[in-house]
């Protein structure tokens, strides 16, 4: 009968809200610090990203990274492979795994667009926000999990108040760039804030939304009801026999 209760009730969409906490990537030397705020609803995700103290009048590409195989946090020291002092985007997949999501200002937000550096935000102090991205259900999955990280690329090593080669070279992603366009910057796993789920998969709000816990409590209540009549309904059958 409980089984039967729950068999009616609409199908429930996740939903949620993350926030992930920009710090610098250990050994790169960033000064700056930063947040990501990111919501979800099913697999459409609304985002808010800022950030300050990095290179001045340069571009900082920014990603949600995740990979099944990742360890799923911001890299540490140990990350540095070749023993070079500094590490490299590459050198933190262990860590947080490949792009997942672009979080470019404009156009696509797809890994294809994780070098677009004409579409992200430019500067020391950056802020903007954009709605309706669309991912994959594997992403979707991980930023409800708290597994997402994000990333913000761009480190002025040498302090010439440019990305130049100098001496780290160029880029491990792509050796038409300087290496310090790319290097991780600042660093944050995205932690779960709010999670809750929704009849028809809308978004939360008010008496229409219905979190988990409260779900669980729903169902566990329905199978008190049902044990307890069947109890009452034992004890009626022995009494009239």
């Known amino acids: ?74 890299p540490t020291a140990e990350d540095d492979a070749d023993g070079s002092g500094f590490l490299t985007t590459t050198e933190g997949v262990p860590a947080y795994g490949g792009i997942k999501v672009s979080l470019t200002t404009e156009g696509d937000t797809s890994p294809d667009s994780g070098l677009a550096v004409d579409r992200f935000g430019v500067g020391d102090d950056v802020s903007y926000s954009r709605a309706d991205v669309e991912v994959d259900q594997e992403t979707a999955d991980a930023l409800a999990d708290g597994e997402a990280v994000v990333v913000v690329h761009g480190v002025d090593y040498d302090g010439s108040g440019a990305y130049d080669e100098g001496d780290r070279g160029a880029s491990d992603l792509d050796p038409s760039l300087p290496g310090e366009a790319t290097d991780p910057a600042l660093c944050g796993v995205a932690q779960v804030s709010q999670m809750g789920e929704t009849p028809g998969g809308g978004v939360g709000t008010g008496e229409a939304s219905l979190g988990g816990q409260n779900l669980a409590l729903a169902a566990t209540g329905g199978v008190v009801l049902v044990g307890g009549a069947l109890i009452l309904m034992r004890r009626r059958s022995a009494e009239q026999s």
Do not use: K
């Open 1 to 74: 009968m409980a089984a039967l209760m729950l068999a009616g009730a609409p199908a429930l969409a996740a939903t949620g809200e993350s926030m992930a906490d920009l710090q610098p990537v250990p050994l790169n030397g960033a000064p700056g610090s930063g947040s990501a705020m990111i919501e979800m609803d099913g697999t459409t995700l609304h985002f808010t990203l800022a950030y300050q103290g990095l290179l001045a009048d340069a571009p900082h590409a920014a990603h949600i990274h995740d990979a099944e195989d990742a360890r799923n946090m911001c």
